[in-house]
């Protein structure tokens, strides 16, 4: 195990390795702002804007819609549902993406004690026109959510958080079904072009707040019981 020094230089920052503690001397541009790690030779540093992997993490939307998955999965546990991750990596998405024909999109969760709900949480800005607030959800991803939902015969929600820079604001769920996105298309739902992308203009007197949605759908089944 060796040492990884990150240095600032007029060209941004550089990392070099190491081997041994003797070797750092040689490095002239080291200087008391260097960053320096013990680790193996091939962990080595990156810089986030010029990584893959990882250049989504500079951009406050990406972390806010991280923020808000965290938040619901506790604000769902708090509200005593049945709630379960789903996996995104590519072996668990197969066994989707060999049975259908179209592009289709996995959702975050699934809320077991409301008729295996899929839920997609998302973190959007709320915008507002004439005292009316609304947001936009691009057609390519309700497109894919609703393959989903024909192909598995599950419902599928969106649930959605006011994003805040790269936060969302806690007491702002909302709710809408991919039912309901379609239903209203032609009434109160617009779609029209947003920069490169196409979205839906969905009014949020359209959606549910926090949890009621799946209230409603657990009253419905705990009626039926009684029946």
């Known amino acids: 195990m060796g040492y990884h020094v ?13 081997e041994n503690y003797e070797d750092l001397a040689f490095f002239s541009d080291i200087s008391d702002d260097s960053i320096i790690y013990q680790g193996e030779e ?18 406050e939307e990406f972390r806010a819609g991280i923020k808000a998955e965290k938040l ?30 179209k592009l289709i999109k996995r959702g975050d969760y699934l809320i077991r004690n409301a008729r295996n ?6 973190c959007f800005t709320f915008y507002k026109i004439k005292n009316k607030e609304f947001i936009y959800f691009r057609h390519d991803q309700y497109k894919k959510h609703q393959n989903m939902q024909e192909f598995t015969g ?39 072009p947003k920069g490169k992308d ?7 007197d359209q959606c549910d707040e926090k949890f009621s949605y799946i209230e409603k759908i657990q009253n419905d089944i705990n009626s039926q019981k009684d029946n």
């Open 198 to 204: 196409s979205c839906y203009m969905i009014p949020l």
């Open 72 to 101: 619901f999965l506790e604000q769902a546990i708090a509200n005593n549902l049945m709630i379960e991750k789903l996996s995104q990596d590519i072996d668990s998405f197969k066994a989707y993406t060999s049975g259908a024909n």
């Open 154 to 192: 599950a419902p599928v929600v969106i649930a959605f958080y006011q994003r805040e820079n790269d936060s969302p604001v806690e007491e702002s769920l909302r709710m809408i079904s991919i039912d309901k996105i379609r239903e209203q298309n032609n009434k109160t739902i617009k779609y029209l």
């Open 6 to 18: 990150i240095i600032k230089s007029d060209n941004g920052l550089v990392s070099h390795y190491a």
């Open 42 to 59: 091939h962990w080595t540093p990156s810089v986030i804007g010029k990584d893959k992997q990882y250049s989504n993490l500079a951009k």
């Open 117 to 122: 709900l899929e839920i997609e949480v998302k």
